[in-house]
């Protein structure tokens, strides 16, 4: 059994500075430990594919992630691991509880299944990982292999934690409530364009500072044709969870603006996120949703999005601005202006594609790669 402290301030001189997760009783005396630690940052996350993605951000972003949650949460985040962090060539670390391990202590039935299968599910992600380390002086060698594995193969890995593995820490405070914001606006009467229109406005508001996350799908390859450039980022598969990704790179670079371009089928598939990065209100977040009513990569199958007041969501999950554009100038004029305070600007727009839209001829590593040399040089 190891205390948290060690393993926290090993990692922390590895260069994991950014924590997010989702509770476990394993995994409880780490999460203490971090919410206290200096020099460290624990985002909690709606849900475990959340927690990865905004891992993958700060890694981007500059900062070493580190993802960490129950095996059974596991199944959460198996699209951003196979979707996000393998196509796009992101390690980050993991730490994956091993409830109801086979031949371990009791536990609940609803881990028989996960707990038999951990291991596998992650081989078969081809994320490598062996057992948490329980000794202290396994702990430095331990963080050294899983760090030249991420280094020499830009892929996640993981440590599997048995029970009782870390000792208990204390309890820190709970954690700090925030008043929410102010009623949405009203909903305007209909659509203010066509996507591609709409990232045309979002692009000339762009500062050549600011970093433009794009939701899978078309929005990303409609902003690529529109003109590619290194501050941008077309995110492939792991639908919804760009706006957790944005918040990962806006918590390691609070000094430019990120513009995360989200759709409506993408943000109601996760929704929770809003939760998180409500609660965690990045100044220099810009969070735009593009909503035209449907899934149209998909073959134009509608959302629930008519039914939802997508503003009053935002400002009921704590952000402090909540706007409505009701024009293609207006949703300009929101994203120029946005930086100040977390911002949701909710854009309807009319289903259509333009013909003949090119896919990206530059690969989802690439991408990637070319973004984080971009803020560390820019």
């Given at each position: 059994m190891i205390d948290a402290r060690d393993f926290v301030e090993t990692a922390t001189r590895s260069g994991f500075s950014l924590w997010s997760g989702v509770p476990c009783s394993y995994l409880q005396p780490f999460i203490n430990y971090v919410l206290g630690a200096p020099g460290v940052r624990y985002v909690g996350a709606a849900n475990e594919?959340?927690?990865?993605?905004?891992?993958a951000g700060a890694t981007v972003g500059g900062t070493l992630g580190v993802a960490m949650f129950q095996n059974s949460g596991l199944?959460?985040?198996?699209?951003?691991?196979?979707?996000?962090?393998?196509?796009s060539k992101i390690p980050i670390l993991l730490i994956v509880t091993w409830r109801g391990e086979p031949g371990?202590?009791?536990?609940?039935?609803?881990?028989?299944?996960?707990?038999?299968?951990?291991?596998?599910?992650?081989?078969?992600?081809?994320?490598?990982?062996?057992?948490?380390?329980?000794?202290p002086a396994e702990i430095g060698p331990a963080l050294?292999?899983?760090?030249?594995?991420?280094?020499?193969?830009?892929?996640?890995?993981?440590?599997?934690?048995?029970?009782?593995?870390?000792?208990p820490w204390p309890q820190v405070p709970p954690a700090e409530t925030r008043p929410l914001a102010a009623p949405s606006p009203?909903?305007?009467?209909?659509?203010?364009?066509?996507?591609?229109?709409?990232?045309?406005?979002?692009?000339?508001?762009?500062?050549?500072?600011?970093?433009?996350v794009a939701t899978t799908g078309y929005t990303g390859r409609e902003l690529y044709a529109l003109g590619d450039t290194a501050n941008q980022f077309y995110?492939?598969?792991?639908?919804?969870?760009?706006?957790?990704?944005?918040?990962?790179?806006?918590?390691?670079?609070?000094?430019?603006?990120?513009?995360?371009?989200?759709?409506?089928?993408?943000?109601?598939?996760?929704?929770?996120?809003?939760?998180?990065?409500?609660?965690?209100?990045?100044?220099?977040?810009?969070h735009v949703v593009l909503d035209?009513?449907?899934?149209?990569?998909?073959?134009?199958?509608?959302?629930?999005?008519?039914?939802?007041?997508?503003?009053?969501?935002?400002s009921a999950c704590g952000y402090p601005r909540a706007e409505r554009a009701v024009s293609l100038d207006g949703l300009r004029a929101l994203v120029a202006e946005g930086?100040?305070?977390?911002?949701?600007?909710?854009?309807?727009?009319?289903?259509?594609?333009?013909d003949k839209l090119p896919r990206p001829k530059i690969t989802p590593a690439e991408v990637a790669s070319r973004l984080g040399q971009f803020l560390r040089t820019r």
């Amino acid at each position: 059994m190891i205390d948290a402290r060690d393993f926290v301030e090993t990692a922390t001189r590895s260069g994991f500075s950014l924590w997010s997760g989702v509770p476990c009783s394993y995994l409880q005396p780490f999460i203490n430990y971090v919410l206290g630690a200096p020099g460290v940052r624990y985002v909690g996350a709606a849900n475990e594919g959340d927690a990865v993605a905004i891992a993958a951000g700060a890694t981007v972003g500059g900062t070493l992630g580190v993802a960490m949650f129950q095996n059974s949460g596991l199944g959460n985040a198996v699209n951003p691991l196979t979707s996000l962090t393998f196509t796009s060539k992101i390690p980050i670390l993991l730490i994956v509880t091993w409830r109801g391990e086979p031949g371990g202590a009791h536990d609940e039935p609803q881990h028989e299944l996960m707990g038999a299968i951990t291991t596998d599910m992650l081989t078969l992600m081809r994320v490598r990982w062996e057992i948490f380390p329980t000794e202290p002086a396994e702990i430095g060698p331990a963080l050294a292999r899983a760090k030249a594995h991420m280094e020499s193969s830009s892929q996640p890995f993981a440590f599997v934690m048995r029970k009782d593995s870390v000792a208990p820490w204390p309890q820190v405070p709970p954690a700090e409530t925030r008043p929410l914001a102010a009623p949405s606006p009203a909903r305007p009467l209909g659509a203010i364009g066509r996507r591609t229109e709409a990232l045309t406005a979002i692009r000339a508001a762009a500062r050549p500072d600011d970093v433009l996350v794009a939701t899978t799908g078309y929005t990303g390859r409609e902003l690529y044709a529109l003109g590619d450039t290194a501050n941008q980022f077309y995110m492939v598969g792991s639908m919804g969870c760009a706006s957790s990704f944005g918040l990962g790179l806006a918590l390691t670079h609070p000094e430019r603006r990120i513009i995360v371009i989200d759709g409506d089928g993408a943000a109601l598939m996760r929704l929770g996120a809003l939760t998180t990065i409500g609660y965690q209100r990045p100044r220099n977040l810009v969070h735009v949703v593009l909503d035209n009513g449907c899934h149209e990569s998909t073959g134009g199958q509608a959302t629930v999005s008519p039914s939802i007041d997508l503003p009053a969501v935002a400002s009921a999950c704590g952000y402090p601005r909540a706007e409505r554009a009701v024009s293609l100038d207006g949703l300009r004029a929101l994203v120029a202006e946005g930086g100040g305070q977390l911002t949701l600007v909710h854009a309807p727009t009319a289903p259509g594609v333009p013909d003949k839209l090119p896919r990206p001829k530059i690969t989802p590593a690439e991408v990637a790669s070319r973004l984080g040399q971009f803020l560390r040089t820019r």
